[in-house]
């Protein structure tokens, strides 16, 4: 068979059987399939003598004969040996050393990056620098009495490789602590694996930790499972908006040095069966942080996880001499097995759907993403993005709606409505956002937005002279379960320099169903400090006679339910005399809702009812509205 | 930096309870007896619960369950009670503070590791008191707290400069603060009266080579706190592993070949201990 001769141009051999009975010296016909072999397998190497163990393979096919000395710097900065091969050399090869080290070779190859040097008879050997572009590591000493000028290229490729095999396995979160250095003259940007880092915190980048999470789940296998956690800070912009950005950035950094320290640990990582380069932290969001885990052997300890985060933020930071405490909500989710193309993006959103369960069970807590859970819906996403942005963007407005004392038509007071309205100037309706502000947990701010809000109207008709009537809020279940209700209320009051008793909080008796022991005390302590309790959609909800009589409340509010039929319906004008009846014996004034009409309202009057509301008497209005319509008037 | 004014404040700090100086008392006094300190254990609901926590958790390894505060006293013996009753008081008194980039939790977790750590190579050693040896591991880097709490400010530069590799914590304590955590640690031991023992351990533990051979409790200590550091069994704030004193090294009696073991023990220990103070 003809052999098609190579062109000349490309190869000075003149025929293939010319160059393998002819090989360059030095250069390997192997040479590229070796290099090939370590690089693929580098990413893959978990510790050093994994690492080292590729290279010799590796050297050991190109020189069989080859001995080798690897020294690399110590935290002092000292070269010592930390792996000789063969062992059985070990003595010459550390005499070899000392001899090069006198030799002032190390130092010139230190320099150089690498150094040739007899090492006796017929013996020659190479120093070559372990180095990247942002640190030198060490060096390699090679022996092998086939070694010639040529071989520095084959042998510096795989220095150059351990170098970044070295930087691959140092931890992370040192890695990118790293000042990235101007690419200095002689190093390979290329080969330059640069981080993204966050700048404020020092931990990775979000880019590189969706790249590290996507890879970890390439890499998981049946017993190897990627997983990522995502750590929200509860109400973080608070602290920005009433400290100051500095201290927000401060605390960011605390918490993520914090974060990061309490998961480089050695237990940490024998509990999830990880080892340190199996660990990504990252700034994922403004105050949120993630956590992406490769080859996981123990996935049901990230539960355990959590627990231990929360304890290492639980004391809370020191800020100008007091202590701010904070809380985090976590979200867990975990890539089992060979799930189904599962992307880093899967896993995140499931972490997320995790994270808001998270803060809707309360907050200061860690959920675990469950499968079941799939899909109710994208809308509820949309929504709650929309409430967000329109909390940031003060597109809420308040309408006020007005009550009066049936007896004498005099103003009572108001009703604070909430209302919501688009970009494009369409209202979204309460009923369909405030849902999903109560299962996000976004309502505890938008109440003490309302709060606020309210009270600075107050002050600004107070200051106008005009009727100092009460205004009337709603107090959502999820506010009303929170321990420290009262006293934010009143803090945001004295702040506004309103007086407790100006604001009347109108509660549903289901939400007080919802965490009674908790409710009851929170109503206790409002109405202690002055505030009026109504009790809202009195008889639609949940209506327990026995419990009714333990309700610290003001007075109660007659559900629109009642009013509605009550001309027509024999029935509806029982209940509603009974309900008054049982009011007034309890010694409970009571505000009739809903009334549309001339006849509702004199029935009412006629049964004793106190107080009036509904389009009868006056619709909800913008705040310039209602001063113009009822509070002119009064004046 | 004015440094007596910072030690001057350090009764700004918490004080140790009550109970740790009677108890401490009753030890201390000729006559006194385990009864009179057990009686004052158990007048303190959380410190008698703590104690046999810790009495109970596998690294006393006492042979059954101890219910009991008396027994558990008498099984690990006078030294040891004095040692874990000031544990007790001390993770209980420094517990929920806040520390800036340092979690308590992790503060805690070095000092527990390192204590392990230090017990097992005065146990196996031979030379040093292994008692000794644990508290002043526990106490080794408590000047840190002094630091982190009275000055949040210039302390958090200096943890921001060691994170950008500009050397040592301690040294770098040295030059923000003009004091490093061993010479405040051990003023405020001085402070609280605890032994010259355990001052001379929390001063020269990163320099051990200044403290007299009579005291192998510092170089033990040294050994250790490199161990709790390399394995990062939690953290007083340094990243980096302080540099081995070779004298510190022979002087705790240890060979090379026993290191792997006590490594190893010292993870399960840390955890144990950390579970049986820390947990609620």
């Not at chain 1, 030799?103 to 990056?113: I, P, V």
């Not at chain 1, 930790?209 to 990627?226: G, H, T, V």
């Not at chain 1, 997320?352 to 998270?358: I, P, V």
């Amino acid at each position: 068979m003809k052999s098609v001769p190579p062109p000349r141009f490309l190869s000075p051999a003149k025929s293939a059987d010319e160059l393998s009975s002819n090989p360059l010296p030095g250069f390997h016909p192997l040479t590229l399939n070796v290099l090939r072999e370590v690089i693929a397998r580098l990413h893959s190497c978990r510790s050093l003598s994994e690492l080292l163990a590729i290279i010799e393979r590796g050297a050991r096919l190109l020189l069989p004969t080859t001995q080798m000395a690897f020294l690399l710097r110590q935290p002092d900065a000292c070269l010592e040996i930390v792996h000789r091969v063969p062992h059985t050399a070990t003595d010459k090869l550390d005499a070899l050393v000392d001899e090069l080290i006198d030799r002032g070779h190390f130092g010139q190859a230190l320099k150089q990056g690498f150094v040739w040097a007899s090492a006796g008879p017929d013996r020659t050997c190479l120093l070559s620098r372990i180095s990247t572009a942002s640190r030198i590591h060490g060096l390699v000493l090679w022996v092998d009495p086939a070694l010639s000028p040529p071989w520095h290229q084959t042998l510096g490729t795989l220095t150059d490789l351990i170098g970044l095999g070295l930087e691959r396995l140092n931890d992370d979160a040192e890695a990118v602590l790293l000042p990235q250095p101007a690419a200095s003259a002689g190093s390979c940007p290329a080969l330059d694996i640069a981080i993204p880092v966050d700048r404020l915190t020092g931990l990775a980048h979000r880019t590189h930790f969706m790249r590290f999470l996507q890879q970890a789940i390439l890499d998981s296998a049946p017993q190897l499972s990627a997983a990522t956690l995502l750590l929200d800070v509860d109400g973080f912009h608070r602290v920005n908006r009433e400290l100051s950005y500095e201290t927000g950035d401060q605390i960011l950094c605390e918490l993520a040095a914090r974060l990061n320290d309490a998961l480089h640990t050695q237990p940490a990582y024998d509990s999830l069966g990880v080892v340190e380069r199996d660990i990504c932290v990252a700034r994922t969001g403004a105050d949120e942080f993630g956590i992406a885990l490769a080859r996981v052997r123990h996935p049901q300890r990230l539960v355990e996880l959590a627990a231990q985060l929360h304890s290492h933020i639980a004391a809370g930071f020191q800020q100008q001499g007091s202590r701010l405490h904070l809380s985090v909500s976590i979200g867990i989710a975990v890539a089992s097995g060979l799930a189904e193309s599962t992307s880093a993006q899967d896993l995140m959103r499931n972490a997320d759907a995790a994270l808001k369960r998270a803060k809707q069970a309360g907050r200061n807590r860690h959920v675990l993403y469950e499968s079941s859970w799939e899909a109710p819906g994208t809308a509820h996403l949309r929504t709650e993005s929309l409430l967000q942005e329109a909390l940031r963007q003060d597109t809420f407005n308040l309408h006020f709606q007005p009550q009066f004392e049936l007896a004498t038509g005099r103003l009572a007071g108001a009703e604070v409505l909430l209302r919501l309205t688009l970009g494009d100037g369409a209202p979204l309706s309460p009923a369909s956002f405030i849902p999903v502000a109560e299962s996000t947990g976004q309502i505890i701010e938008i109440g003490e937005w309302v709060l606020r809000r309210a009270c600075r109207q107050l002050r600004a008709w107070d200051a106008l002279g005009l009727a100092r009537i009460p205004l009337a809020i709603n107090v959502s279940a999820i506010e009303l379960s929170q321990p420290d209700l009262s006293i934010r209320l009143q803090s945001i009051l004295e702040q506004e320099r309103i007086g407790m008793e100006r604001l009347h909080l109108e509660i549903t008796e289901t939400a007080i169903a919802h965490n009674e022991g908790q409710t009851i005390a929170n109503l206790k302590t409002l109405r202690a400090a002055g505030f009026e309790i109504w009790i809202d959609d009195f008889g639609t909800g949940y209506s327990s006679l026995k419990s009714i009589k333990n309700y610290p409340a003001s007075g109660i509010k007659l559900d629109r339910e009642f009013v509605k039929d009550l001309s027509e319906d024999h029935g509806a004008r029982v209940v509603a005399a009974t309900i008054l009846d049982l009011a007034r014996n309890m010694g409970y004034p009571v505000i009739a809702e809903g009334i549309e009409d001339a006849a509702q309202c004199a029935l009412l009057r006629g049964q004793g009812c106190d107080i009036g509301q509904g389009f009868h008497l006056g619709r909800p209005v913008d705040a310039l509205e209602f001063q113009r319509l009822y509070l002119s008037e009064a004046t | 930096m004015d440094t007596d004014r910072l030690i001057e404040r350090l009764g700004e700090l918490p004080s140790l309870p009550a109970v740790y100086h009677r108890v401490r008392e009753a030890i201390e006094t000729p006559d006194g007896s385990l009864e009179t300190v057990a009686r004052l254990i158990e007048s303190d609901p959380s410190m008698s619960t703590c104690v046999l926590r810790v009495a109970n958790s596998p690294f006393y390894g006492l042979a059954t369950r101890v219910d009991n505060i008396l027994r558990a006293l008498t099984l690990i013996g006078a030294t040891a009670t004095h040692n874990l009753v000031l544990a007790t008081a001390l993770l209980t008194v420094f517990r929920d503070l806040p520390l800036g980039a340092v979690s308590m939790r992790s503060f805690w977790e070095h000092g527990l590791a390192c204590a392990a750590a230090a017990r097992l190579i005065a146990c196996q050693g031979g030379r040093a008191n292994p008692e000794d040896a644990y508290l002043a591991g526990l106490l080794h880097d408590i000047g840190r707290l002094p630091l982190y709490i009275l000055e949040p400010l210039d302390m958090g530069a200096a943890l921001q400069a060691h994170r950008e590799r500009q050397g040592h914590l301690h040294d770098l304590e040295q030059q923000y603060l003009g004091i490093d955590h061993t010479e405040l640690g051990a003023i405020l031991l001085a402070h609280w009266q605890l032994p010259e023992v355990f001052c001379s351990a929390v001063s020269n533990h990163h320099a051990p080579w200044r403290a007299s051979s009579s005291n192998p409790e510092t170089a033990v200590v040294h050994v250790a706190d490199l161990i709790a550091n390399s394995l990062r069994l939690g953290t007083s704030g340094t990243r980096w592993v302080p540099v081995l004193d070779d004298g510190a090294w022979r002087l705790t009696g240890l060979d090379i070949a026993q290191l792997p073991a006590i490594l190893e023990t010292t993870i399960t220990a840390t955890r144990d201990l950390a579970s049986a103070f820390m947990e609620p």
